[in-house]
Nanobody
Framework: QVHLVESGGGLVQAGGSLRLSCAASGSTFTIKAMGWYRQAPGKQRELVAV???????NYADSVEGRFTISTNNAKNTVFLEMNSLKPEDTAVYYCHSAPWVGPEYWGQGTQVTVSS
């Protein structure tokens, strides 16, 4: 089992920056990739960014060039550096772990609010 704990959300003005962190514990050796998803009110959850064990990344078009996903050396913490934030980035951000085998896991979510 994998346990994911997010931190770093909050309120920021448009154009500002935030850094989200997600610490994974438990059976982290089962993790193939980690990523961030977000869900705004009334909208479906969407992929923001993902990074795999070898460091390959993928971003949603809407955040490409503004957000950066990275991990620590132990590959058990994933970060999301968010710059040039826009009001449309407002959402609950969820950390996600994708396994080699077995179930996927989600964090509890952290609110990001960008004021105009």
């Amino acid at each position: 089992q994998v346990h994911l704990v997010e931190s770093g959300g909050g309120l920021v003005q448009a154009g500002g920056s935030l850094r989200l962190s997600c610490a994974a514990s438990g059976s982290t050796f089962t993790i193939k990739a980690m990523g961030w998803y977000r869900q705004a009110p009334g909208k479906q959850r969407e992929l923001v960014a993902v990074i795999n064990r070898v460091g390959s990344t993928n971003y949603a078009d809407s955040v490409e060039g503004r957000f950066t996903i990275s991990t620590n050396n132990a590959k058990n913490t994933v970060f999301l550096e968010m710059n040039s934030l826009k009001p449309e980035d407002t959402a609950v951000y969820y950390c996600h772990s994708a396994p080699w085998v077995g179930p996927e896991y989600w964090g509890q979510g952290t609110q990001v609010t960008v004021s105009s």
